[in-house]
């Protein structure tokens, strides 16, 4: 069985360098990005003369798309804020992983819908893509800025729903965002102020506590956003914020304790794993047996190629 990488924003070409980095990956594999994917952004209509570097964003985005379809495995994503929702809404819809998904690139790319709880890999997994852009009083609307960032009511009695249909706990939710009672942990370790007026994250509140009250609570829960890396417990759950780092579960890693392949694989010599005791490596029964998490930190690999490049391109 293969294992599940997963990463935070990517940002169209502006932070996605990471999900290539690791040069390990198998075809059972699985690279989940936790919203702000950002690929979709510019309007796919070459006449249109309102988007902003419409030209530098759709040669990136092809760019792009001929990188994730070299790679051996599939490319998922939750959507964040910073997306085109007008072109996510006008993928076509498929039936994928016991859900419904969107195809971007068919067989290599999908778009993990709001409210759906997928079996990847063989884990169960609750998507909620969602959240407010701060500054969305100067973008530009269907241009730099969609209203669809906000989850709906509609969203979330889909996901209330499919909880109540799921048998058994959840092994992860994956969301852009994170729910309200996260806040008292994240601001230990950094000013929240600009972010916390949020009402999305009062629907992932509901959420959890309907997963809390009908025994169904997840072993971890994680998300994007924020832009720092940080891990802590909330009522039992293991939560991840992602950034610079790549969270990579399975049920086994080797002889060397971190990639598939034996050695030291994608996370090093100086690699950690992260779980709730705070040893090598976060452990957890799922569904598909013993969940064992390991982290690679990117943040000097990320920031030896922007300095390369000089400057980014995309949003």
């Not at 720092?228 to 080797?254: N, S």
């Given at each position: 069985?293969?294992?599940?990488?997963?990463?935070?924003?990517?940002?169209?070409?502006?932070?996605?360098?990471?999900?290539?980095?690791?040069?390990?990956?198998?075809?059972?594999?699985?690279?989940?990005?936790?919203?702000?994917?950002?690929?979709?952004?510019?309007?796919?209509?070459?006449?249109?003369?309102?988007?902003?570097?419409?030209?530098?964003?759709?040669?990136?985005?092809?760019?792009?798309?001929?990188?994730?379809?070299?790679?051996?495995?599939?490319?998922?994503?939750?959507?964040?804020?910073?997306?085109?929702?007008?072109?996510?809404?006008?993928?076509?819809?498929?039936?994928?992983?016991?859900?419904?998904?969107?195809?971007?690139?068919?067989?290599?790319?999908?778009?993990?819908?709001?409210?759906?709880?997928?079996?990847?890999?063989?884990?169960?997994?609750?998507?909620?893509?969602?959240?407010?852009?701060?500054?969305?009083?100067?973008?530009?609307?269907?241009?730099?800025?969609?209203?669809?960032?906000?989850?709906?009511?509609?969203?979330?009695?889909?996901?209330?729903?499919?909880?109540?249909?799921?048998?058994?706990?959840?092994?992860?939710?994956?969301?852009?965002?994170?729910?309200?009672?996260?806040?008292?942990?994240?601001?230990?370790?950094?000013?929240?102020?600009?972010?916390?007026?949020?009402?999305?994250?009062?629907?992932?509140?509901?959420?959890?506590?309907?997963?809390?009250?009908?025994?169904?609570?997840?072993?971890?829960?994680?998300?994007?956003?924020?832009?720092?890396?940080?891990?802590?417990?909330?009522?039992?759950?293991?939560?991840?914020?992602?950034?610079?780092?790549?969270?990579?579960?399975?049920?086994?890693?080797?002889?060397g304790g971190a990639g598939g392949g034996g050695g030291a694989g994608d996370f090093g010599a100086g690699a950690t794993g992260v779980g709730a005791g705070g040893g090598k490596a976060g452990r957890a029964g799922g569904s598909g047996g013993e969940i064992r998490l390991r982290r690679r930190d990117f943040y000097k690999d990320i920031r030896r190629i922007k300095a390369q490049r000089g400057a980014w391109k995309g949003m």
């Open positions: 069985m293969g294992h599940i990488h997963f990463f935070g924003d990517t940002h169209h070409s502006r932070d996605i360098d990471k999900i290539f980095l690791p040069k390990n990956y198998k075809k059972d594999d699985f690279i989940i990005i936790c919203g702000d994917f950002g690929v979709l952004w510019s309007d796919i209509n070459p006449t249109n003369k309102e988007s902003t570097r419409p030209e530098s964003t759709r040669d990136d985005e092809l760019e792009i798309k001929n990188k994730i379809s070299r790679l051996p495995c599939m490319v998922l994503f939750v959507d964040g804020n910073h997306e085109n929702f007008n072109r996510l809404d006008k993928l076509k819809r498929v039936k994928k992983f016991g859900g419904v998904v969107g195809e971007y690139i068919k067989g290599k790319c999908y778009h993990l819908r709001r409210g759906e709880i997928y079996k990847i890999a063989g884990r169960s997994i609750l998507t909620m893509g969602g959240a407010q852009s701060i500054d969305r009083e100067s973008r530009v609307p269907n241009v730099t800025w969609w209203s669809g960032e906000d989850i709906a009511e509609s969203d979330v009695l889909h996901a209330l729903d499919r909880i109540d249909r799921h048998r058994g706990a959840l092994d992860f939710v994956v969301t852009h965002t994170c729910p309200f009672l996260f806040l008292d942990k994240l601001r230990r370790f950094m000013d929240i102020r600009h972010k916390m007026h949020d009402p999305n994250m009062l629907q992932l509140e509901r959420i959890l506590e309907h997963l809390i009250g009908e025994g169904k609570k997840p072993k971890f829960w994680i998300f994007g956003h924020w832009h720092r890396d940080y891990r802590f417990r909330v009522q039992g759950i293991e939560a991840h914020c992602l950034f610079h780092t790549m969270l990579k579960a399975g049920g086994d890693f080797g002889a």
